[in-house]
C-alpha cells in the first residue's frame, strides 16, 4: 500500500507480510505470493489469491481491510490454476472469479463475498477468464478461448446475451506496408515453415491471424529480447514498419535456416526464402521423425485442437506427435481426446499418450496404450487422499504393458543425483532400469542433456538397453513456450508413422538418434544403432563411420565408447557438417555412440543448449563382459538413500504398500550388487 500525490508514492508499507509457509509444496515455492488484488467499490476491502501453509496448486480466495488490515478474511478454497482474478460487484454482496472447479475448462462463478455457495455463471467447453463488471452490474467483459485463440466479449448477467467485441479498423502511428513472405525448398516445392520477423521498430510482427510465440528462454549474452515465432503455411503477409526488417525461417532439422534482411517501403515487398535440404547420408538410414512428449492443452491461454496442433508440426517438418495426456492439478484437460487409435492431418500422425504424474518417483511417459487411461494418473500427492507412494513406477509401467504401451522417463535429471551428498534421491530411475520395467529415457528434453546422459552411460555400462529418448514437453496452447512443437525429438529409422508396431520396436531398440537440431548417424562395420555386435575372444579392428548435418553450428562431434570420449571429429562448414571415417580396437564388450553438442545457445535451438545423440551400437566381445563396479555402488547408494527414505515415510494407506516399495527396491539392489565385480 501507498499514498499517491499525482506524482510519486508515498509511504509504502506491505499490507499482506511475506511468509514461508511450513507445509512442503508439491510444485510452487515454499514462499507464499498473495497475487491478483481487486477492489471492492468502497475501497477499504482487497480482494487477492494466496495460499499460506497450501501443499500444492495457486491457492485461495482472501479479503483483507485497508482501514483496519488485522488477519486476512479467508474467503473461499478453490484450486484455478493461476485463473481466479476475482472481482467484486458495485453492489458490494458478489464476487466473480474463474474456476474449472472439478470440470476440465475455467468458466466464471459467482458467489457471495463470503464466499459461500458458488453457482456457474457461464458453461462452455473452452475457457473464460478475467472478468470485469460494468459500473452498474448488469453485465460482464471477459476473455475467452472459445474460438482457439483469443478474443473479448460482452455479456448480460441478466439473460446471457452475448456480443464478441472487434477492432473493425487498425490505424498504426506509423507508415506500415505488407511483407509477403513465399516459402520454398530447393526443388521448389512450398513448405511450411517457423517464421520470425523483426521489423524496423525492433519489434516483432505477424500476420493478423497467426498465434505468435515467444521463447520463455533467452540467453542475454545472445540476445536482447525473446525470440518470436508464428506458422508461415508456405505463403503470409506481415505489416511491418518501413525500414530494414530482418526475416529467419526453419523448417525442422533436416533443412538448413533461411534468413534475410529486406528494405521495405512504399509499397508491398515480396520475399521468397529457399529451405534447401540438409539430410545425412542414406547410409546411415530413412528416418521417420517424433516428439514423444507433448500436451496440446495444459494451462495456456489460447485452446489447441489435434489440426491445429498437426499444422504446427507439420511446419517443423515433424512426422508423429505424442500427446500425452496428463493432470494439471485437479483436472484433465485434454481427457476427451484420448484415443487409443491414430488420426492422420496430412503428412503428421497423431497419437495419445499418457504422462503418469510423480515427483517423488519421476514422471513416465506411456505411449500406445490399446486399451485405457490410467486413473488416477498420479500418486505420492503429499497432503491429500492419494500421498501414499505406492503405486510406484514399476507398478504403473506394468499396467501400461499389459496394454502393449512402450513406457520411459521424461524429462529426467537438471542435475545427475549425488546419493553421497543429496538428503532425498527418490527417482526411481535405477530400480526400473534393473528390473527390466522403463522402456526408454528422455536423453534430449525439460532436463539438462549432459547431466541425463551422464546417468544413461552408468545404465548402458551395466549393460541395461535402456533406449534413448526425445520429448519437448512442449504445451502447445501457451503463447509463451520453451519451444516449439518438435524442439526435442527423436529420429526412428526404417519406421513407418501409421504403423505403432514398428513405432513401439523401434524405441524399444534404440534404432535411430534423439537431438534438438543436429543429425547425428552413426555405423559401426556398417551396424547401425540398436544393433548388437558379436566379436570373438580376441576382439577385432571395427571400421566406424559417423556423419553430422546440422541447420546450428556444433562444437564438439565425439565418439563415445563406454562413457569415455574415444575421438573427437573435426566439423566443416562453420561447424554444420562431417563426414569421418575411424578404425578403433575393441578387446572388450561394451557399447559406442557419437553426440554433438554446442554449449554457446542458438535462437532456433530455444533450449540451454545444443545437443543430439545416436543410441548406441552395442559391442559383445566373447568372455570379456563389461564390467562397471563403480557405477553399481553409485546405483546401490542411490538405491540405499531411496530406501531410506521411502521407509520412513508414514502416509502409506496399509503396511503391505510399504513392504511392495521396499521390497522392489531391495529386489534392484541385489541386482546391482551382482555387477560389483
Same mark, same amino acid.
Given at each position: 500500500?501507498?499514498?499517491?500525490?499525482?506524482?510519486?508514492l508515498?509511504?509504502?508499507?506491505?499490507?499482506?507480510?511475506?511468509?514461508?509457509?511450513?507445509?512442503?509444496?508439491?510444485?510452487?515455492?515454499q514462499?507464499?505470493?498473495?497475487?491478483?488484488?481487486?477492489?471492492?467499490?468502497?475501497?477499504?476491502?482487497?480482494?487477492?489469491?494466496?495460499?499460506?501453509?497450501?501443499?500444492?496448486?495457486?491457492?485461495d480466495?482472501?479479503?483483507?481491510?485497508?482501514?483496519?488490515?488485522?488477519?486476512?478474511?479467508?474467503v473461499?478454497?478453490?484450486?484455478?490454476?493461476?485463473?481466479?482474478?476475482?472481482?467484486?460487484a458495485?453492489?458490494?454482496?458478489?464476487?466473480?472469479y474463474?474456476?474449472?472447479?472439478?470440470?476440465?475448462?475455467?468458466?466464471?462463478?459467482?458467489?457471495?463475498?463470503?464466499?459461500?455457495?458458488?453457482?456457474?455463471?457461464?458453461?462452455?467447453?473452452?475457457?473464460?477468464?478475467?472478468?470485469?463488471?460494468?459500473?452498474?452490474?448488469?453485465?460482464?467483459?471477459?476473455?475467452?478461448n472459445?474460438?482457439?485463440?483469443?478474443?473479448?466479449?460482452?455479456?448480460?448477467?441478466?439473460?446471457?446475451a452475448?456480443?464478441?467485441?472487434?477492432?473493425?479498423?487498425?490505424?498504426?502511428?506509423?507508415?506500415?506496408?505488407?511483407?509477403?513472405?513465399?516459402?520454398?525448398?530447393?526443388?521448389?516445392?512450398?513448405?511450411?515453415?517457423?517464421?520470425?520477423?523483426?521489423?524496423?521498430?525492433?519489434r516483432?510482427?505477424?500476420?493478423?491471424?497467426?498465434?505468435?510465440?515467444?521463447?520463455?528462454?533467452?540467453?542475454?549474452?545472445?540476445?536482447?529480447?525473446?525470440?518470436?515465432?508464428?506458422?508461415?503455411?508456405?505463403?503470409?503477409?506481415?505489416?511491418?514498419?518501413?525500414?530494414?526488417?530482418?526475416?529467419?525461417?526453419?523448417?525442422?532439422?533436416?533443412?538448413?535456416?533461411?534468413?534475410?534482411?529486406?528494405?521495405?517501403?512504399?509499397?508491398?515487398?515480396?520475399?521468397?526464402?529457399?529451405?534447401?535440404?540438409?539430410?545425412?547420408?542414406?547410409?546411415?538410414?530413412?528416418?521417420?521423425?517424433?516428439?514423444?512428449?507433448?500436451?496440446?492443452?495444459?494451462?495456456?491461454?489460447?485452446?489447441?485442437?489435434?489440426?491445429?496442433?498437426?499444422?504446427?508440426?507439420a511446419?517443423?517438418?515433424?512426422?508423429?506427435?505424442?500427446?500425452?495426456?496428463?493432470n494439471?492439478?485437479?483436472?484433465?484437460?485434454?481427457?476427451?481426446?484420448?484415443?487409443?487409435?491414430?488420426?492422420?492431418?496430412?503428412?503428421?500422425?497423431?497419437?495419445?499418450?499418457?504422462?503418469?504424474?510423480?515427483?517423488?518417483?519421476?514422471?513416465?511417459?506411456?505411449?500406445?496404450?490399446?486399451?485405457?487411461?490410467?486413473?488416477?494418473?498420479?500418486?505420492?500427492?503429499?497432503?491429500t487422499?492419494?500421498?501414499?507412494?505406492?503405486?510406484?513406477?514399476?507398478?504403473?509401467?506394468?499396467?501400461?504393458?499389459?496394454?502393449?504401451?512402450?513406457?520411459?522417463?521424461?524429462?529426467?535429471?537438471?542435475?545427475?543425483?549425488?546419493?553421497?551428498?543429496?538428503?532425498?534421491?527418490?527417482?526411481?530411475l535405477?530400480?526400473?532400469?534393473?528390473? /527390466?520395467k522403463?522402456?526408454?529415457?528422455?536423453?534430449?528434453?525439460?532436463a539438462?542433456?549432459?547431466?541425463?546422459?551422464?546417468?544413461?552411460?552408468?545404465?548402458?555400462?551395466?549393460?541395461?538397453?535402456?533406449?534413448?529418448?526425445?520429448?519437448?514437453?512442449?504445451?502447445?496452447n501457451?503463447?509463451?513456450?520453451?519451444?516449439?512443437?518438435?524442439?526435442?525429438?527423436?529420429?526412428?529409422?526404417?519406421?513407418?508413422?501409421?504403423?505403432?508396431?514398428?513405432?513401439?520396436?523401434?524405441?524399444?531398440?534404440?534404432?535411430?538418434?534423439?537431438?534438438n537440431?543436429?543429425?547425428? /548417424?552413426?555405423?559401426?562395420?556398417?551396424a547401425?544403432?540398436?544393433?548388437?555386435?558379436?566379436? /570373438?575372444?580376441?576382439?577385432?579392428?571395427?571400421?566406424?563411420?559417423?556423419a553430422?548435418?546440422?541447420?546450428?553450428?556444433v562444437?564438439?562431434?565425439?565418439?563415445?565408447?563406454?562413457?569415455?570420449?574415444?575421438?573427437?571429429?573435426?566439423?566443416?562448414?562453420?561447424?554444420?557438417?562431417?563426414?569421418?571415417e575411424?578404425?578403433?580396437?575393441?578387446?572388450?564388450?561394451?557399447?559406442?555412440?557419437?553426440?554433438?553438442?554446442?554449449?554457446?545457445?542458438?535462437?532456433?535451438?530455444?533450449d540451454?543448449?545444443?545437443?543430439?545423440?545416436?543410441?548406441p551400437?552395442?559391442?559383445?566381445?566373447?568372455?570379456?563382459?563389461?564390467?562397471?563396479?563403480?557405477?553399481?555402488?553409485?546405483?546401490?547408494?542411490?538405491?540405499?538413500?531411496?530406501?531410506?527414505?521411502?521407509?520412513?515415510?508414514?502416509?502409506?494407506?496399509?503396511?503391505w504398500?510399504?513392504?511392495?516399495?521396499?521390497?522392489?527396491?531391495?529386489?534392484?539392489?541385489?541386482?546391482?550388487?551382482?555387477?560389483?565385480?
Open positions: 500500500m501507498a499514498a499517491f500525490n499525482g506524482k510519486t508515498q509511504n509504502s508499507r506491505p499490507l499482506v507480510a511475506g511468509k514461508i509457509s511450513e507445509k512442503y509444496r508439491y510444485y510452487y515455492s514462499a507464499d505470493h498473495a497475487i491478483n488484488p481487486a477492489w471492492s467499490a468502497d475501497g477499504d476491502t482487497l480482494y487477492y489469491v494466496s495460499n499460506p501453509e497450501t501443499a500444492w496448486g495457486t491457492g480466495i482472501y479479503a483483507i481491510s485497508v482501514s483496519n488490515p488485522g488477519t486476512p478474511r479467508h473461499i478454497a478453490e484450486e484455478t490454476t493461476w485463473a481466479a482474478r476475482p472481482q467484486p458495485h453492489d458490494g454482496k458478489r464476487l466473480l474463474a474456476s474449472y472447479r472439478g470440470r476440465q475448462w475455467h468458466q466464471l462463478w459467482i458467489t457471495g463475498v463470503d464466499g459461500k455457495y458458488p453457482l456457474p455463471l457461464t458453461f462452455g467447453d473452452y475457457d473464460i477468464w478475467q472478468p470485469r463488471w460494468s459500473p452498474d452490474d448488469q453485465s460482464l467483459i471477459y476473455v475467452t472459445e474460438d482457439g485463440g483469443l478474443a473479448l466479449y460482452h455479456h448480460t448477467v441478466v439473460g446471457g452475448r456480443q464478441k467485441v472487434e477492432a473493425k479498423k487498425r490505424v498504426y502511428k506509423r507508415a506500415m506496408q505488407p511483407l509477403e513472405i513465399t516459402l520454398a525448398d530447393d526443388t521448389g516445392k512450398p513448405v511450411a515453415g517457423r517464421v520470425s520477423v523483426l521489423g524496423s521498430d525492433g516483432h510482427h505477424a500476420p493478423m491471424d497467426a498465434r505468435i510465440h515467444a521463447d520463455d528462454y533467452m540467453d542475454p549474452s545472445r540476445a536482447d529480447h525473446e525470440t518470436h515465432y508464428f506458422r508461415c503455411d508456405t505463403h503470409c503477409t506481415v505489416m511491418v514498419p518501413e525500414g530494414t526488417v530482418s526475416v529467419q525461417a526453419s523448417h525442422g532439422f533436416e533443412h538448413k535456416l533461411a534468413t534475410a534482411k529486406v528494405t521495405v517501403g512504399g509499397s508491398a515487398t515480396p520475399l521468397s526464402l529457399t529451405l534447401a535440404r540438409n539430410e545425412l547420408p542414406e547410409a546411415f538410414g530413412t528416418f521417420t521423425s517424433a516428439d514423444m512428449h507433448v500436451h496440446m492443452n495444459y494451462g495456456g491461454k489460447y485452446k489447441q485442437t489435434q489440426a491445429l496442433m498437426a499444422a504446427d508440426a511446419s517443423e517438418d515433424l512426422d508423429i506427435v505424442y500427446n500425452l495426456i496428463v494439471k492439478e485437479e483436472r484433465i484437460p485434454d481427457i476427451a481426446e484420448f484415443d487409443t487409435g491414430l488420426k492422420r492431418f496430412g503428412g503428421v500422425t497423431v497419437y495419445q499418450g499418457q504422462e503418469y504424474h510423480t515427483s517423488y518417483w519421476g514422471h513416465l511417459g506411456l505411449l500406445h496404450l490399446d486399451d485405457h487411461y490410467l486413473t488416477p494418473d498420479f500418486s505420492s500427492y503429499w497432503h487422499g492419494l500421498a501414499s507412494a505406492y503405486p510406484t513406477n514399476a507398478v504403473v509401467q506394468d499396467l501400461a504393458h499389459e496394454q502393449g504401451a512402450v513406457s520411459g522417463y521424461v524429462h529426467p535429471f537438471d542435475g545427475a543425483p549425488d546419493p553421497e551428498k543429496d538428503a532425498k534421491v527418490t527417482h526411481s535405477p530400480v526400473d532400469a534393473a528390473l /527390466g522403463t522402456d526408454y529415457l528422455e536423453i534430449v528434453s525439460f539438462n542433456h549432459e547431466n541425463t546422459a551422464s546417468v544413461w552411460y552408468r545404465l548402458l555400462n551395466l549393460g541395461f538397453h535402456v533406449a534413448a529418448g526425445a520429448g519437448t514437453d512442449a504445451m502447445t501457451y503463447a509463451s513456450l520453451r519451444g516449439p512443437i518438435g524442439l526435442n525429438r527423436i529420429f526412428l529409422d526404417g519406421v513407418k508413422a501409421d504403423e505403432p508396431a514398428s513405432l513401439k520396436a523401434a524405441i524399444r531398440g534404440g534404432q535411430g538418434f534423439v537431438s537440431g543436429p543429425l547425428v /548417424g552413426l555405423l559401426v562395420n556398417d547401425k544403432p540398436g544393433s548388437t555386435l558379436n566379436f /570373438g575372444a580376441d576382439g577385432t579392428t571395427i571400421q566406424v563411420k559417423a553430422l548435418r546440422s541447420p546450428v553450428p562444437e564438439r562431434f565425439e565418439l563415445v565408447m563406454n562413457g569415455e570420449v574415444l575421438k573427437t571429429f573435426d566439423v566443416l562448414d562453420d561447424g554444420t557438417s562431417a563426414d569421418v575411424a578404425e578403433v580396437q575393441v578387446a572388450g564388450s561394451g557399447w559406442m555412440l557419437v553426440r554433438a553438442v554446442a554449449k554457446a545457445s542458438h535462437p532456433f535451438v530455444q540451454i543448449y545444443t545437443y543430439a545423440t545416436t543410441n551400437v552395442w559391442l559383445v566381445v566373447e568372455g570379456k563382459p563389461q564390467t562397471a563396479p563403480e557405477d553399481a555402488a553409485y546405483f546401490i547408494a542411490w538405491l540405499d538413500r531411496m530406501a531410506e527414505h521411502a521407509g520412513a515415510r508414514d502416509d502409506y494407506n496399509y503396511a504398500e510399504r513392504e511392495a516399495v521396499l521390497a522392489d527396491i531391495a529386489k534392484a539392489r541385489k541386482i546391482y550388487e551382482g555387477k560389483l565385480q
